[in-house]
C-alpha cells in the first residue's frame, strides 16, 4: 500500500528499491507507464528463511506452543498426566512435500534431509536434476504431493496462477494428520478455508509465517486456534541477511538515480 502511495507522489520519483523478493505489493505496469525503475532483493542467501521453516515446522508438529502454555498457564502442574499428553508428530520417517523449488525450497529441503524423512516430494514448474541428484527428491503432481504428504511446505511465488491454490479442496486431498507451512506469500491460501480445515480435522495443524492481510489482525479467527502456529513474516529477520538486504537496497536507489541499471531491476 504504501508503495502505491508513494507512485502518486509525481513526476519526481525515478527509483523504488523494496527490500524483499517479492514485489506484489508494487504496481510494476504503473511503474513502467511512469518511467519509473524498480528494484528488489532477490540474491540474498536463503538460510536464514530456511532456517525459519524448519523452526516453525518442528513447532508446530511438536506443538511447541501449546506446550510453553502449558507450564505458564498452569496446565503442567494440574493435568492428568498420560502417555500421550502434548504429543506431536515426528519428522523421521515421514514424507515431506515441497511446493516450489526454487532456492528456499531447495535449502529447506537440504535442511529437511538429516531428519531421516522417507521421502521428499515436489512441485512446481518442471522437474529439476538437482534435486534428485542432491535430494533424491521426486517430481509429482501438485494433487499427488497433497495426498501422500505428511508435511506440506509451501514456498511457491505468488501468480495470477498461484494465488488461492491452497483453498478447501486442495485441504480435503491432503492427510487428515497433515501439517500445513506457508512461509512464501499469504495470498496462495484462503484463510477462511484454512480455518475451517483445522477446526473441523480436514488437517491437522498449520504454521504460517506469512498471510494476507498483514498484519493479520488480532481478532482473526486463526488467533483463537491452539493448532495453528502464527508469526509475523519474520523469515529473513537475522541481522546478517537484513543487513544484505539493506546495502543491496541502497544501491539499487543510488544507481537508479544516476540512470545506471540496477543491480536487481523488476
Avoid at 31 to 43: Q, S
Avoid at 173 to 193: C, P, Q, T, Y
Amino acid at each position: 500500500m504504501w508503495i502505491e502511495f508513494c507512485v502518486g507522489f509525481g513526476p519526481g520519483l525515478k527509483v523504488i528499491a523494496t527490500m524483499s523478493v517479492g514485489h506484489d505489493h508494487i504496481d510494476l505496469e504503473d511503474c513502467r507507464k511512469r518511467g519509473i525503475v524498480v528494484g528488489n532483493t532477490p540474491d540474498v542467501p536463503p538460510d536464514a528463511v530456511a532456517e525459519l521453516t524448519i523452526g516453525l515446522l518442528l513447532a508446530t508438529s511438536r506443538r511447541l506452543m501449546e506446550a510453553t502454555k502449558e507450564v505458564t498457564n498452569g496446565g503442567w502442574a494440574n493435568c492428568a498426566w498420560g502417555p500421550l499428553w502434548m504429543c506431536g508428530n515426528s519428522l523421521a520417517g515421514s514424507t515431506v512435500g515441497i511446493v516450489g523449488l526454487g532456492c528456499i525450497g531447495f535449502a529447506v529441503a537440504e535442511r529437511l534431509k538429516s531428519f531421516n524423512l522417507k521421502n521428499i516430494l515436489y512441485c512446481g514448474n518442471k522437474p529439476k536434476i538437482e534435486a534428485t541428484e542432491k535430494l533424491n527428491a521426486k517430481f509429482v503432481p501438485f494433487e499427488e504431493l497433497l495426498k501422500q504428504s505428511d508435511f506440506v511446505i509451501t514456498c511457491a511465488s505468488l501468480t495470477p496462477n498461484t494465488r488461492g491454490i491452497f483453498n478447501l479442496e486442495a485441504f480435503q486431498k491432503m492427510k487428515r494428520n497433515a501439517i500445513f507451512i506457508n512461509i512464501s506469500r499469504g495470498g496462495l491460501v484462503n484463510h477462511e478455508d484454512l480455518y475451517t480445515a483445522l477446526t473441523t480435522g480436514i488437517i491437522k495443524a498449520a504454521g504460517l509465517d506469512v498471510m494476507e492481510p498483514e498484519p493479520l489482525p488480532i481478532y482473526h479467527k486463526l488467533t483463537k486456534l491452539p493448532n495453528c502456529v502464527l508469526l509475523p513474516h519474520i523469515g529473513s529477520a537475522t541481522v546478517e541477511t537484513r543487513t544484505i538486504m539493506a546495502l543491496l537496497t541502497a544501491k539499487n536507489i543510488l544507481a537508479g538515480l544516476d540512470g545506471k541499471p540496477l543491480l536487481c531491476p523488476l
